[in-house]
T-cell receptor
Framework: DVKVTQSSRYLVKRTGEKVFLECVQD?????MFWYRQDPGLGLRLIYF???????EKGDIPEGYSVSREKKERFSLILESASTNQTSMYLC????????????????FGQGTRLTVV | KQEVTQIPAALSVPEGENLVLNCSFT??????LQWFRQDPGKGLTSLLL?????REQTSGRLNASLDKSSGRSTLYIAASQPGDSATYLC????????????FGKGTKLSVIP
């Protein structure tokens, strides 16, 4: 059974804290993604990675960074958390690499509800 | 820039009714289209994946169609049940070498017993 696991379902952090969100997949997928989901705005891509140590900015990378030291793990880092980063964070993965590689199914984790106070 | 639209934003139907959810996208150069289900406070569960060369996919009571040239997809749910109540999202994968999925904002479905 394929699985994408996010380390926390719920997190409460204080403004200015450094926050780590962890995502692990057990499908040997090349591509991993971080999205945030907000009411009325839908899912927005923060960062993605198509290989170990590779990363690409998505639509809203400001205030975030990522790390992919191992193929199965993709971390999202909030360097200094702010209240406007309160959101649902979703991690996803897909297999494949290169042109036309996206003919593959995306799998999501269960989500992390982050509240910054 | 690829945009995905889902109409209606919310839908309420009585149990047992057949229903159709709509998804449209602005750029027909897609690799595939995927339908997801999301329960409140949870992640996304993949329902159906349609490759760009396919016209439809079926899984149980669900049938998804794709008309790439017109930029449209539909998700047909037969004999709806209260357990089908959730938000349904569609997403397209696209772009020259891009690894991105672009999502619609979803249709919130309520099936009334």
């Amino acid at each position: 059974d394929v699985k994408v696991t996010q380390s926390s379902r719920y997190l409460v952090k204080r403004t200015g804290e450094k926050v780590f969100l962890e995502c692990v997949q057990d499908m040997d997928h090349e591509n991993m993604f971080w999205y945030r989901q907000d009411p009325g705005l839908g899912l927005r891509l923060i960062y993605f990675s198509y290989d170990v140590k590779m990363k690409e900015k998505g639509d809203i990378p400001e205030g975030y960074s990522v790390s992919r030291e191992k193929k199965e793990r993709f971390s999202l880092i909030l360097e200094s958390a702010s209240t406007n980063q309160t959101s649902m964070y979703l991690c996803a993965s897909t297999s494949g690499g290169g042109w036309g590689s996206m003919n593959t199914e995306a799998f999501f984790g269960q989500g992390t509800r982050l509240t910054v106070v | 820039k690829q945009e995905v639209t889902q109409i209606p934003a919310a839908l309420s139907v009585p149990e047992g009714e057949n229903l159709v959810l709509n998804c449209s996208f602005t750029d027909s150069a897609i690799y595939n289209l995927q339908w997801f289900r999301q329960d409140p406070g949870k992640g996304l569960t993949s329902l159906l994946l349609i490759q760009s060369s396919q016209r439809e996919q079926t899984s149980g009571r669900l049938n998804a169609s794709l008309d790439k040239s017109s930029g449209r997809s539909t998700l047909y749910i037969a004999a709806s049940q209260p357990g089908d109540s959730a938000t349904y999202l569609c997403a397209v994968s696209h772009g020259a070498g891009s690894y991105q999925l672009t999502f619609g904002k979803g249709t919130k479905l309520s099936v009334i017993p």
